[in-house]
């Protein structure tokens, strides 16, 4: 039975872990930053010494593929994930994924074993959103579902310019985004949430992609003195968004549905101990497997927020920051990630973190 070099893959987990620890020693390495560089310069590197193609597309994705004589020309079968982080990040986030696929590629070359396709294993840009907004973006173009010029515009949180810092760190490739076609795409991946480990079960299939919401919210109250103006005479801003906040929890929490809402962030004008709000603003992140049920939240949530602006005497703005559909995967390539490997053949299931297949 073929085996996976287990010390080998946890030590480039743990050295690229190392990259971009702060004065705390959180990990921050942010899309196309100087940390983010010097991962990337890491994964390359390994890339290299594995005898692999290497190529860059100009939205920064990574990738190295090894294909031979007997299966040169055909779509390869994909494997890969992200190395960028969020902010005080796990060393596995993304990066297994990504340092898995080059495990298996070094793993069934030494092995002696020609694949029937090639195999390549990516790294996409952006994919965590946090400093680019949105998130998955590196895949998001290579897919086709946003524009490459609108991704290089984006305006990062530090006012950067994607396009500009790709070419900074020397990230910017040459190769148009989607030019090499899989045949199939697989992800290893930690589970993001609490569910395998508090049921003991160490590897899971995922079955479908969320669909995904994000809306920024502003409520426009009024700044009045704190002391001096009677609760019934407020426009309170900082009320009003309190209010959404409880009514998505309550409504997510009653329902018999996978649905989840989150608000992340959320910030006061004029931020003040002694002053009523005068504006919140606050995102909203909405998320269901099944389209119609996410159409369902957005409109309740449209709906709650019409209502507030009557009855609290505020005015509310609503701008959209990225919606996404839900995708079914493909039940094949489910239904094998199921299966146990009684032969030759890598087993996603040997390293140690609980992992699940495909992403978020």
């Known amino acids: 039975m073929i085996s996976i070099d287990a010390q080998r893959l946890l030590g480039r987990i ?8 702060d004065c705390d020693g959180r990990l921050v390495r942010l899309a196309a930053s100087d940390a983010d560089k010097l991962g990337r310069d890491c994964f390359v590197g390994w890339l290299n010494e594995a005898g692999l193609d290497v190529a860059v597309d100009r939205i920064g994705n ?138 003991g079960i160490p590897i899971a299939a995922v079955e479908n992609l969320q669909g995904i919401s994000w809306q920024r919210i502003t409520i426009d109250g009024d700044a009045n003195h704190a002391g001096t103006t009677p609760m019934s005479m407020r426009s309170d801003a900082g009320h009003a968004a309190a209010r959404v906040v409880t009514f998505l929890h309550d409504r997510a929490t009653a329902s018999n549905t996978p649905t989840v809402a989150t608000v992340g962030t959320m910030r006061f004008e004029p931020n003040a101990i002694n002053v009523i709000p005068s504006r919140a603003v606050f995102t909203i992140d909405l998320r269901d497997p099944f389209e119609h049920r996410l159409q369902t939240e957005e409109a309740a949530l449209a709906a709650y927020l019409e209502q507030l602006a009557t009855t609290l005497g505020v005015m509310v703005s609503v701008e959209r920051l990225a919606r996404f559909e839900p995708v079914i995967f493909d039940q094949h390539i489910v239904d094998g990630s199921k299966r146990p490997r009684k032969t030759g053949g890598w087993c996603p299931g040997a390293s140690p973190p609980a992992p699940a297949m495909m992403r978020r």
Request: proline share 5%; hydrophobic share 40%; with cysteine.
């Open 62 to 199: 990574i990738f190295g593929i090894w294909q031979t004589p007997e299966n040169a020309g055909l779509a390869p079968v994909m494997v890969g994930s992200h190395i960028d982080s969020v902010i005080d990040a796990g060393i596995y986030d993304g990066c297994y994924g990504v340092l898995a696929g080059l495990e298996v590629i070094q793993t069934l070359k030494a092995s002696g074993l020609v694949p029937s396709r090639p195999i390549a294993v990516a790294a996409f840009t952006n994919e965590e959103g946090v400093r680019f907004s949105p998130d998955m973006m590196g895949s998001l173009v290579y897919a086709g579902g946003v524009g490459l010029d609108d991704a290089l515009a984006a305006i990062g949180t530090d006012g950067s310019t994607l396009g500009e810092e790709l070419a900074r760190i020397g990230y910017a490739g040459d190769k148009e985004p989607g030019f090499l076609k899989p045949h199939a795409y697989v992800e290893l991946h930690i589970e993001q949430g609490p569910v395998l480990e508090r049921e």
């Open 14 to 21: 743990r050295e690229l872990g190392a990259i971009g620890r």
